[in-house]
């Protein structure tokens, strides 16, 4: 009996189409992972929001949500759950910060979620990242947190002056 031609191309085709099914379900779990492990949103802040142009040991705070900061450093000083969003606003690029509160903790434990933007080109974020803060001291400047090695002021009120107030 002869081996019939057809088979054998069929065999090589079919062998290609199994390695192509076995590469996109990799890539599907992969992208199911990175998803799973990395938040899509940064959270939504209980406190409310404020905005600066440098987050650093000597932030100042240019504008706030009411009652924002006072929420923030009173939990910060208790040690209880919340949560404040800040922009670090540059010309056309930032980044967003979610600093929340996690109870429960010796010292008090404060995470850091931050996604990086920019208005070039059409806009773009970038993805978010997490890390872990301790809250070093909360005095009436605000509260002082060590952020893998960076220390962050998140003051206790706006530093600059609106142009609506008196």
């Known amino acids: ?3 019939n031609p057809g ?7 079919m062998a290609i189409a199994i390695c192509a099914l076995m590469a996109a379900a990799g890539c599907a779990v992969a992208a199911a992972w990175q998803h799973s492990h990395h938040p899509a949103a940064l959270p939504r802040p209980s406190c409310g929001s404020a905005h600066t142009h440098f987050l650093t040991a000597r932030t100042q705070i240019l504008a706030a949500d009411h ?3 006072t929420c923030f450093v009173r939990a910060a000083r208790e040690c209880r759950s919340a949560s404040l969003g800040i922009t670090e606003m540059g010309v056309d690029t930032g980044t967003d910060y979610v600093f929340s509160i996690e109870p429960g903790t010796t010292p008090c434990q404060v995470t850091q979620d931050s996604r990086s933007y920019s208005a070039n080109f059409g806009g773009s974020q970038g993805a978010v990242i997490t890390v872990r803060c301790h809250r070093t001291a909360v005095t009436r400047a605000g509260v002082m947190l060590s952020c893998r090695g960076r220390d962050v002021l998140i003051p206790a009120r706006v530093s600059v002056p ?3 107030s008196g």
């Open 1 to 3: 009996m002869r081996p």
């Open 7 to 13: 088979q054998r191309t069929l065999i090589p085709l």
């Open 67 to 69: 009652g924002a900061l």
């Open 162 to 164: 609106s142009p609506h």
